[in-house]
C-alpha cells in the first residue's frame, strides 16, 4: 500500500507494539525532529544489520501500530523474522529498542515518574504528593533570594490513585463518578474509551503555579481496580503506564498518590515507576513517606518484599528514591526521636525531609488550597521543596 505522503513509494507496515515503546518513539523522534517512519525504517535497517543475538522484548498486550516503510523494506523485515525464527511484532519491538539505544536523548527531555507509596494509611502520601508536585510546578522567581535552592517551573502531573480520593477532595474537586471515563477505563478498557485521558486533567489554580501543575483526578470505580485487574486480559503489571504513557508528552513529571494497599493496582504502579532502559539511575522511582513510630516500619518491610517480588519477576529495577518522616513531633518522646534515628541510620534509601507535625497542612486542605499556595514560606511547604531536591538527578 502506498504512502500518501511525497517523498517516494511506500508500504504500509501493521502490527503490534507496546505502548511504553510506542510512547518512547514518538517522544523521541518528535525531541530529534524526526519523522516516525524515518526511525522506525532506520531501526528496522540496524536490526537487520544486527549478528548479534538480541534479548527478547515483553510483547504481551501489545497496541496495534502502523506506519509506512519504503518500499520493499516491509517484506525483507518479515523475511528476516522467519530466518530468526522471531514474531514479527518481537522483530518490530527489537528494531525500535536498538533506534532508541542507538538515538539517545537528553536525560532532562524524558518524563520522570514518583510513585508516593507506602502499604499503610495514613503516614500522608497524599500529603506528600500534592507537596511534592507543587514544589516541582513551583516558579522559582517567586521564592526570591530562594531561587537559587529552588526546583521548579516544571510541567507536573499529579495522579489520584487512590480510590479514596483525598487528594481530589482536598483541592476542592470532585472524583469522577463510576461509569464514566476515568483513570481506571482507560486502564482496563482503552481501545473503547473516547475521551483523551488528558482532558480529564483539571489546572490547579494559584499564581505559583502558573498553570503547569494539573490533576488527574480520583475515579471511583478505582475500588473495584484489584478485581477487574485480575480477569483483564493484557499485562495487567504495564495497565497504569498503558493509560498514562499518552500523557507523557505533554509533562516533565508524573507524580502518582498511591492506595495503601498491596494488590494489582500497587503493582501497577511499581512497574510504571521502574527504571526504562533509556533512563539513568535515580531518574524515576518511589518516594516512601513513613512516620517515626514501629507500625511505619513493619510496613515498609512489606512494601520491600513487594518491590523486590516485581524486580524479580519482571527482571526490572525500581528505585527507591528516598524515605520521608512525616508529621514528625519530637514531644512525643523516645519512640518519636529514637524512630527518626532508625530511618536515619538506613542510609539507603536517605531520608530526603522531616516534616513537622503543625497547622498549616491541616489548614490547606480545611480550605481546599494548595500548601505551597497557602503557605509558601512554613516548614512544611520548605520540606515539601527539599523533597523535590532531593528526588531530582544531579
Request: aromatic share 6%.
Amino acid at each position: 500500500m502506498a504512502s500518501p505522503n511525497e517523498g517516494g513509494e511506500r508500504e504500509k507496515l501493521v502490527s503490534k507494539l507496546p505502548a511504553h515503546l510506542q510512547q518512547a518513539l514518538k517522544i523521541r523522534a518528535a525531541q530529534l525532529q524526526t519523522d516516525m517512519q524515518d526511525a522506525v525504517a532506520s531501526g528496522i535497517r540496524t536490526w537487520r544489520n544486527c549478528t548479534d543475538m538480541l534479548p527478547t522484548v515483553n510483547t504481551a498486550g501489545a497496541d496495534s501500530f502502523g506506519t509506512y516503510l519504503p518500499e520493499g523494506l516491509y517484506e525483507a523485515f518479515k523475511e528476516d523474522c522467519r530466518d530468526r525464527g522471531v514474531s514479527y511484532i518481537q522483530g518490530l519491538a527489537q528494531a525500535v529498542v536498538l533506534w532508541l539505544a542507538d538515538n539517545p536523548a537528553d536525560a532532562e527531555d524524558s518524563t520522570r515518574r514518583f510513585i508516593v507509596c507506602n502499604q499503610k494509611g495514613g503516614v500522608g502520601k497524599t500529603a506528600v504528593s500534592a507537596g511534592l508536585a507543587q514544589a516541582l510546578a513551583e516558579d522559582p522567581a517567586a521564592l526570591g533570594a530562594s531561587a537559587a535552592a529552588a526546583i521548579g517551573g516544571l510541567r507536573v502531573l499529579l495522579v489520584d490513585y487512590d480510590p479514596q480520593g483525598h487528594l481530589t477532595h482536598q483541592l476542592g474537586l470532585t472524583a469522577i463518578p463510576a461509569g464514566e471515563e476515568s483513570i481506571v477505563t482507560h486502564m482496563l478498557h482503552r481501545e473503547q474509551t473516547k475521551q483523551p485521558l488528558l482532558d480529564l486533567t483539571v489546572a490547579i489554580g494559584g499564581d505559583r503555579f502558573g498553570g503547569r501543575l494539573r490533576i488527574l483526578p480520583a475515579a471511583f470505580d478505582a475500588f473495584l481496580l484489584d478485581s477487574a485487574l485480575t480477569v483483564f486480559r493484557g499485562p495487567r503489571h504495564a495497565a497504569l503506564e498503558r493509560a498514562l504513557a499518552p500523557l507523557e508528552e505533554h509533562f516533565d513529571v508524573v507524580v502518582v498518590d498511591s492506595p495503601p494497599s498491596l494488590g494489582l493496582a500497587m503493582d501497577a504502579a511499581l512497574y510504571y515507576a521502574r527504571q526504562r532502559d533509556d533512563e539513568k539511575p535515580g531518574t524515576s522511582g518511589l518516594v516512601i513517606p513513613v512516620e517515626a513510630e514501629d507500625t511505619s516500619a513493619q510496613a515498609y518491610g512489606m512494601l520491600i518484599q513487594q518491590i523486590e517480588a516485581q524486580s524479580r519477576d519482571f527482571d526490572i529495577a525500581i528505585d527507591q528514591l528516598g524515605l520521608v518522616v512525616n508529621k514528625f513531633d519530637s514531644r512525643r518522646g523516645y519512640i518519636a526521636t529514637s524512630s527518626l534515628e532508625k530511618w536515619k541510620s538506613l542510609g539507603t534509601p536517605s531520608v530526603l525531609a522531616v516534616i513537622p507535625d503543625v497547622k498549616e497542612q491541616r489548614e490547606a486542605v480545611r480550605t481546599q488550597r494548595p500548601l505551597l499556595d497557602y503557605a509558601p514560606d512554613c516548614e512544611q511547604s520548605h520540606q515539601m521543596r527539599k523533597i523535590a531536591r532531593g528526588v531530582t538527578p544531579a
